[in-house]
């Protein structure tokens, strides 16, 4: 599709989608977005429904143009059952580390961790009328995702392959997020991405940026949207002449003015330890790109041992808390793409303009 | 380093290299490109030094302009004492496949397989005098680097992380091949890749040439050569907007007509299964990418018991010739990179300049 008529039927001047980040930020960077002329995101996976209308409301507040548009993000994943076996295997492992920061793992409150898209997420799609909504790990039910199109929002997912990207085609997406392997934070891999024992294998499927946007636009007939390793307005401009209509860029707002970023987890974004992250399934049960840490390295990035996706994250959510205590992020997920040079502590307006510099539209 | 310069200095009107693909091409390749404008390449590593100058020869009688530039390309590795342990637990492991094939595991002839830099190969280049000699795996002694270049050839090499790139820059290299993860064949990845243990992890520190490129560019004062992914006149636009002075492309070049690739590779190559590639260390010891086949899926595209480079090409060596009689590529070194889409079945002097079509200098 033409860049401007994707463009103008999201409402953006500007090709860039800044990529929703939970726990990284909400509707006060996504207004800076907006007010540059991008489409900010609210990242809704890790938050309750007030919490979802709190940040909506945010948002509202902070922007200048009253229409400008809205991205709200959601998870799609099947919440598993949560198996004892497989806790407490995953608490065995974990066993030395709960030793070391005297934690009681029966003391540990377990929890899903993070919420699907389901009917309440739907009333407020209903009720706030986003003029955009992404899914990451696939679609939810059919009948949600035509909903929500009723309703007048754009429906984004992310693919991770040609496979996955024909798979949404099929479903009726409106955009696909082509996301390499460079990006940060979780893999929105769907497809094939069930059977524990070969995840290490499993993950030879992502490849990266350059080489799946061209393939995706080549293989659909839908606008596709760039994701992963975009750290400046070259890259930009690079995805763009490779077929993609729109930008998505996260790791480079992290260190934002607007986002919530721990000290801790600017410190890494900021330091050499960023030129190393790797894929680990260590922190929610999924394979996410995060800086290396010490429990990346002694565990290894991706263990079998770790509970399905997200029954991972009660067990290790003390651990983080006892070490960021001491100021240590051995237990983080200290989240990050593989291209942090376009990290900049300033305003996200400002960011998105600069993201923006080679490629506006006359 | 600005590229006309660069281009000059190596004597080539197009920003292209072709990449040194040992077993899939010689010196009928090269000339081909070199025809073209661009930087053909004759890989030495699997060839004996007679075999090297066959190959000179037949890229003399190939070309129009005589002067035009030729790249050697050798590997620089340390030959590791075998060990017999090594070899058995390597041996123990095939069993089941030489049992399958019928072959008597004490048949096989060991040999190192991939020879090194040596004062042989500083002869033929002293005698040949190309205009470029390149590395992979690092550096030989800097007694053959000065003594290449005092012979008037530039030398290059790989590098695969930022930090290779600033140790190759020490050692006075004039210029980085900066080569993403998507490259297909052998990772040049030399700095910090000897503890078997941890193979899996050090392979996350290979980042895409999409996030390696512009970081290079930025944290080195030399000519970057991009790699890794390129597939066509837009990829290589990309690569030069991001700051590398050419591209060198490889997998591109595997389906041309001087291609020696074989029947059975040309067929995955042009296949869905090419689709899915990963990084292996089954084939050589030393992790390279190609396109998932059986054996990898048995034993872990990444397996700890493989002997160290190049130590694991003899035992495997006969699993492959007998199941390729069967045309079966199930033991194969299936050598490929992340994006197949620009392989074409044409000749190597077009396919050069379709690649350069959208950055000739004028």
């Known amino acids: 599709m033409n860049r401007s008529v994707f463009q103008n039927s999201v409402g953006i001047k500007l090709p860039i989608i800044q990529a ?16 540059a002329g991008g489409l900010g995101s609210i990242p ?20 200048v143009n009253p229409h400008a548009p809205l991205n709200l993000n959601f998870f799609c994943h099947q ?6 076996a497989e806790q407490r295997a995953w608490k065995d492992l974990l066993a030395p580390y709960f030793n070391e920061f005297c934690i009681d793992p029966a003391s540990i409150a377990e929890g899903p961790g993070r919420s699907p898209f389901d009917d309440i997420s739907l009333a407020i799609v209903q009720a706030h009328r ?27 997912s992310s693919a991770t392959t040609v496979n ?36 290490a294998l499993d993950l030879t499927t992502q490849v990266s940026s350059f080489a799946l946007v061209p393939q995706m ?15 400046d307005a070259l890259g930009v401009k690079a995805m763009l002449d490779l077929g993609a209509c729109v930008a998505q860029v996260g790791t480079a707002y992290m ?16 330091s050499p330890e960023a030129q190393h992250t790797a894929l680990t399934n260590l922190f929610t049960g999924r394979p996410a790109r995060g800086i290396v840490n ?18 991972a994250t009660s067990a290790i959510a003390p651990l983080r808390s006892a070490a960021e205590k001491h100021g240590s992020g051995d237990f983080s997920a200290l989240w990050s793409g593989q291209n942090t040079s376009g990290c900049k502590a300033i305003g996200a307006e400002q960011l998105t303009k600069e993201l923006a510099a080679l490629v506006i539209l006359r």
């Open 20 to 35: 929703p980040m939970a726990g990284i930020q909400g509707g006060a960077m996504a207004a800076a977005v907006a007010n």
């Open 44 to 63: 809704c996976a890790m938050l309750s429904p007030d919490g979802i209308v709190k940040e909506i409301e945010a948002f509202k507040s902070a922007i």
């Open 79 to 84: 919440t598993p059952n949560p198996s004892e």
């Open 130 to 156: 986003p003029a955009v909504v992404s899914f990451h790990f696939g679609l939810p039910d059919p009948y949600f995702v035509k909903a929500i199109q009723s309703n007048g929002a754009l429906v984004l």
């Open 164 to 199: 996955e990207g024909l798979w949404l085609q099929e479903r009726g997406v409106d955009a696909i997020i082509a996301q390499g392997l460079e990006a940060g934070g979780h893999r929105g891999i769907f497809l094939d991405a069930d059977s524990k024992v070969s995840l």
């Open 217 to 231: 636009v080549r293989a659909t007939r839908l606008p596709v949207i760039a994701a992963g390793g975009i750290a």
């Open 255 to 270: 260190l934002c003015d607007e986002a919530t970023t721990s000290q801790l987890h600017r410190r890494a974004l900021a």
């Open 294 to 311: 010490r429990i990346m390295r002694e565990l290894g990035p991706i263990n079998s041992t770790v509970p399905r996706f997200p029954l």
